[in-house]
């Protein structure tokens, strides 16, 4: 099969462009930097320079499918280039998939797209369950309304589905990556104590469900995937710290209305002094990470046949002698 995959270069893509050329799939990767190119050749990928912030129509080889995981993420920023990389980025990619033959497209779209905005605690969350295409959070929204658009663009010439993990996680990920920082400089504070369950996905579950993806005749869906074993907040963040050397033991907590009004404050803050980095704390990371938020993935288990196969321990030896 010949797979285009946006993002190669990022968490997700880089591992996923390896097991797809393993798997015997020709692989192209969409690049805007020229730059990336000889690193997208060593993960076994044809770059394919493209630009989907672009106005300027996409071209695309001749393709089979489809993995959109390029997306713009960050906890703050102003809203605007969420939706044109997000949003306008997918439909332009979806008009070009089309015009190159594509039969099947894969969006990843983000589990947190069932968050309200009053940060109630979310359990036992399906697919039934509303989305919020206008949510303060640019990065929710931008994901909900692309993630309505690619689904609404289902058809017999191009089968699309959504997949929808939690927290993508394993060695490499930019939140392991930032977290001993965080701790050794006393950044990290817990949310009530953390003591609040959590899903996520690992990183090669996520490529698992991808790969059954394509192969699948489901469309028109999206789809809730995750590890197999619950877990809380403070016991993931404790496995993580604890796989590099490091304890939670000392961290400090604060409640969680008090972090969401600190998060509204330095929102505020930054965007008087116009700065382009992220606060420490922010409105949107406080409603992604400091509250209750599990998610049932039986429809992917029943209609993918996804299993979820990297176990919770199995996950956590990958990050041995990761820096």
């Known amino acids: 099969m010949k797979i285009l995959v946006t993002g190669g270069t990022g968490f997700l893509g880089s591992r996923l ?25 060593a993960l076994g990928a044809l770059p394919v320079d493209a630009d989907l912030d672009s106005a300027t129509p996409l071209s695309l080889p001749t393709i089979d499918a489809v993995v959109h995981a390029a997306a713009l993420f960050r906890f703050s920023g102003p809203r605007e280039p969420y939706f044109r990389t997000n949003v306008d980025g997918t439909v332009a990619l979806l008009a070009a998939a089309e015009n190159a033959g594509a039969r099947r497209f894969i969006f990843m779209s983000a589990a947190g797209i069932v968050m309200d905005e009053a940060g ?22 931008s994901k909900a309304q692309a993630e309505a658009l690619v689904l609404a663009a ?28 965080a701790i050794k400089s006393g950044q990290f504070a817990f949310i009530d104590r953390g003591e609040y369950a959590f899903s996520t996905c690992h990183v090669d579950n996520v490529i698992e469900a991808i ?12 789809l809730f995937i995750a590890d197999r074993e619950q877990t809380t907040f403070h016991a993931f963040i404790a496995s993580l710290a ?19 009004i600190i998060g509204r404050i330095m929102d505020f803050g930054w965007r008087l002094m116009r700065r382009e980095d992220d606060p420490p704390i922010s409105r949107s990371m406080m409603r992604m990470l400091g509250r209750e938020f599990r998610v049932y993935d039986s429809a992917a288990r029943r209609e993918l046949g996804y299993v979820g196969r990297i176990s919770r321990a199995d996950g956590l030896r990958g990050y041995e002698g990761c820096e």
């Open 17 to 41: 462009i390896p097991k797809l050329a393993q798997a015997g799939h020709e692989v192209f990767a969409l690049t805007r930097s020229p730059g990336s190119h000889l690193a997208l050749r």
């Open 120 to 141: 109630h605690p979310t359990h036992g969350i399906d697919e039934s369950a509303p989305t919020f295409p206008n949510h303060f959070s640019a990065y929710l929204a």
């Open 154 to 181: 289902n058809k017999p010439a191009l089968r699309t589905i959504a997949l929808r993990p939690p927290a993508i996680w394993g060695p490499g990920d930019p939140f392991s990556r930032a977290l001993p920082r």
């Open 211 to 222: 790969g059954l993806a394509l192969e699948s005749g489901v469309d028109g869906r999206a």
């Open 242 to 260: 604890a796989a590099q050397g490091l304890s939670v033991d000392r961290l400090h907590s604060i409640p969680y209305w008090l972090a969401a």
